[in-house]
């Protein structure tokens, strides 16, 4: 009896032994892309007080590394991804584990008449039942659950890209809106300017009274406009707050050479970095994915077998023997062939979705590449031909309407025709920098290229 036991006790080991978990599941976050690498690397005491503290330090003066840094740390959108990594984590485990055994215990010849009435005659039997996944079915089942936690990482790759882009983009925009509210400021200045010329001439009698009315409604104008601009202002920097998890910013203003501009790779050697994008290494692990589900469904052709070892109890004469088989399926009408089919169009159909996807990506890039020439164009002729003669004509007629050389209509057309031509170029500068970050977000990497200092002296 005691042999029976021991081997019992065995076997009931054995077959927990088998349910452990065969594979380690710890992996470690991506390594950021060429994009963020270096922003991380150069500034690693921002993320660091922000997560020692749980609070972001924002600056009166804040610069776009930091405000990128801030919303990499801290963004709400981004943290959501460490529970689904914690749950795919989770699944990897799962997929790893054994059957578990079952226990059976049966008692026959019982019951019955005469000598079968009682127990004195009944047969007990306890026995173990473990299932085995033939086939390589485990280590099929936990490659595919390991392929969907790498598409959790290379989704948060891309959302982590996406989300620097867009806080790029609004830092941007705040730059812009700084730029536009310094426009209405300086031009509601010109126009108190000129309102005190015009008193002047009306008290002296070179003018008629109406003059004054007029400029009084150009300083009321001007004041709308820069009460617009710097309402607006205070839009766009809440809306780069919001990005880092702040409903009222902290900063004051935003640093930043919004008119600087460095030359750009050409659309040849962008080209070649675009297999860098995350969404294209994404479709890649999910053509893996179906790939690993068609070689599991293939699998699933082989049956499990079900193992059964036991004791069997003889009331009667007081013995016990073991009792031991096996069941197996004979897959004879069904051989997962529905599964297997399946497996493979969705396959197909992942791939045929990334050649698609690769597309339009490369379409994107040229049309956004196109953009952004066009926008360098249109700046540099504002800048060369167009800025500095209508700010010179602006102060020449100032200067002589001062002198009586020229009417209040001159003086009222030339402040427009600066304060479009000057709000053109920054919103013409604003897509050109937008563009910059759409590419580089296209491609996972920079594509502008700093001047040498020599370069540099030249130009000067």
Not at 9 to 29: A, R, Y
Not at 373 to 393: G, N, P, Y
Request: charge should be negative.
């Amino acid at each position: 009896m005691y042999s029976v036991h021991l081997s019992i006790g065995l076997i009931f080991l054995l077959l927990m032994g088998c349910s452990l978990p065969q594979t380690n599941t710890n992996k470690k976050w991506l390594e950021p892309g060429p994009l963020l690498k270096n922003l991380v690397k150069e500034y690693p005491e921002v993320v660091s007080n922000s997560e020692k503290t749980n609070e972001v330090i924002v600056p009166e003066i804040l610069s776009l590394n930091h405000a990128l840094l801030f919303t990499l740390s801290k963004s709400p959108e981004l943290s959501i991804f460490s529970w689904k990594i914690k749950a795919a984590e989770a699944r990897i485990l799962q997929a790893s584990l054994w059957g578990n055994p079952e226990f059976n215990f049966e008692v026959e010849e019982f019951g019955g008449e005469k000598d079968r009435q009682d127990f004195d005659t009944a047969e007990i039997t306890i026995q173990f039942s473990q299932p085995i996944q033939l086939g390589g079915k485990i280590s099929k089942k936990t490659k595919i659950a390991s392929l969907e936690r790498d598409l959790i990482l290379w989704d948060y790759e891309q959302k982590r890209l996406e989300v620097f882009t867009a806080t790029a983009k609004a830092f941007v925009e705040v730059l812009a809106a700084q730029e536009k509210n310094k426009l209405t400021k300086d031009l509601l200045d010109l126009a108190n300017e000129i309102n005190r010329i015009v008193k002047i001439r009306v008290d002296s009698g070179k003018v008629s009274p109406i003059e004054l009315t007029r400029t009084n409604i150009l300083v009321a104008n001007s004041e709308i406009e820069q009460s617009k601009a710097s309402r607006y202002l205070e839009i766009k920097k809440r809306t780069l707050s919001f990005f880092w998890g702040e409903l009222n910013p902290k900063f004051q203003i935003v640093s930043g050479n919004f008119y600087k501009m460095n030359s750009v790779m050409s659309l040849n050697r962008i080209e070649e970095h675009l297999l860098q994008n995350p969404k294209l290494i994404q479709m890649e692990k999910e053509r893996e994915k179906y790939q690993a589900i068609v070689s599991f469904e293939k699998a699933k052709r082989i049956p499990d077998i079900n193992l059964d070892f036991g004791v069997r109890f003889f009331s009667e004469t007081d013995d016990q023997a073991l009792v031991a088989g096996f069941s197996l399926p004979i897959p004879v009408f069904d051989r997962n062939q529905g599964n297997i089919l399946n497996a493979q169009s969705q396959m197909q159909e992942v791939v045929e979705q990334g050649t698609f996807t690769k597309l339009q990506i490369h379409s994107s890039l040229i049309k956004s590449y196109q953009i952004l020439s066009i926008a360098r164009e249109e700046i540099d002729k504002l800048e060369e031909q167009v800025l500095v003669s209508s700010q010179s004509a602006l102060e020449a007629i100032r200067q002589g309407y001062q002198q009586g050389k020229f009417s209040y209509l001159e003086v009222l057309d030339a402040q427009r025709s600066f304060f479009e031509i000057k709000n053109r170029y920054i919103e013409t500068l604003t897509s050109y920098h937008s563009k910059v970050l759409e590419i580089e977000s296209l491609i996972a990497n920079k594509i502008t290229e700093s001047k040498k200092q020599g370069e540099e002296k030249d130009e000067k």
